[in-house]
């Protein structure tokens, strides 16, 4: 019998569809269990159904474009998909993993109609799965990292910016909005409003960006890492480089700065007068920064020093 249970289990099923297993954040758990007391169970356990079918159209999206999953974790406020590609994998597949989330909002609308249509089940209860479905699809399209809608912004940002620029362009934005809602939250409270779940969400949101402005330079740092792989592709499928044009003087940190993130990079070192000293690969300047860099040292050093 309990064979038979954790078959039909969600990470059972998730471990299945897409080879990663389900987490309950600890405080998920103590909210089923208070809608067992409450009464609200009927609701709890739909919003649930609502949230694992969103992350499991991110994690087949990501599955199938080759991705490797850690796990789907369920929080109070939603669920995330935890993957090992941050910035190391072309931004119209992120953008892609991004929206596939909240695309299946759209199916379990249009079901949840179609079965209140034809008179199946309560259509009291389709009423309310629609609702939830509007909710969660709406609000996860808030451009504020790391809900879809602040992914998708990213990688939009992305395509006109180096990406360390629009990693904190998207942070900060982030930060500010979520300064909004937990505002709009306490005028809410003042005003004699209980909004207890929207100020909840706002402090989750600004705590998270915080982190992610906190552990930006890491996030660049696997960003950097993964350019010789990337280097490898564009070559490889043959691309129109992206030129970059520095100083002699130019840090090799303010250089690496200026990568963007689906554009392979050719650098020219101006000398006195504009003359061009070198042209190297972007390879060469990460390597360096990563492997060989002494702090503040320029990229005249790079093709002096050989």
């Known amino acids: 019998m309990y064979r038979k249970l954790q078959a039909i289990s969600p990470s059972a099923l998730a471990q299945r569809l897409i080879g990663a297993p ?8 103590v909210l089923l269990v208070l809608s067992v007391v409450t009464g609200y169970f009927l609701e709890t356990a739909t919003l649930f159904v609502i949230v694992f079918i969103h992350e499991l159209g991110h994690a087949a999206a990501a599955r199938g474009l080759g991705w490797r ?34 695309l299946q909002h759209v199916w379990m609308i249009a079901f949840a109609w179609l079965m209140k249509q034809l008179g199946v089940a309560d259509p009291v209860w389709w009423e309310y799965f629609i609702k939830a479905n509007m909710a969660i699809g709406l609000f996860n399209l808030l451009p504020i990292m790391p809900l879809d809608g ?47 779940n929207l100020l909840l969400v706002g402090l989750f949101l ?17 960003f950097l890492m993964s350019r010789d792989a990337a280097a490898a592709r564009f070559i490889g499928r043959g691309t129109l480089a992206q030129p970059i044009v520095v100083s002699r003087q130019r840090r090799l940190a303010d250089i690496v700065k200026l990568l963007m993130r689906d554009k392979y990079h050719l650098i020219y070192v101006l000398g006195e007068g504009g003359t061009i ?5 972007e390879q ?20 002096v020093l050989k």
């Open 69 to 102: 999953i850690r796990h789907i974790r369920l929080l109070p406020f939603g669920g995330v998909a935890e993957v090992e590609e941050h910035g190391n994998v072309p931004a119209r597949e992120e953008l892609l993993v991004a929206l596939a989330g909240p």
């Open 284 to 303: 060469r300047i990460v390597e360096r920064y990563l492997r060989e860099r002494p702090p503040g040292s320029a990229v005249s050093e790079l093709f």
């Open 150 to 196: 602040g992914r998708v912004l990213q990688c939009l940002v992305c395509y006109g910016t180096p990406y360390r620029r629009a990693m904190s362009i998207c942070t900060y934005a982030g930060l500010a909005l979520s300064a909004l809602l937990v505002a709009l939250a306490a005028l809410r409270i003042a005003a004699g409003d209980l909004q207890l």
């Open 22 to 29: 389900i987490r309950l954040h600890p405080l998920f758990v």
């Open 277 to 281: 000293q070198a042209v190297m690969p």
């Open 206 to 222: 600004l705590s998270s960006n915080w982190m992610l402005l906190r552990n930006a330079p890491y996030q660049f740092l696997r």
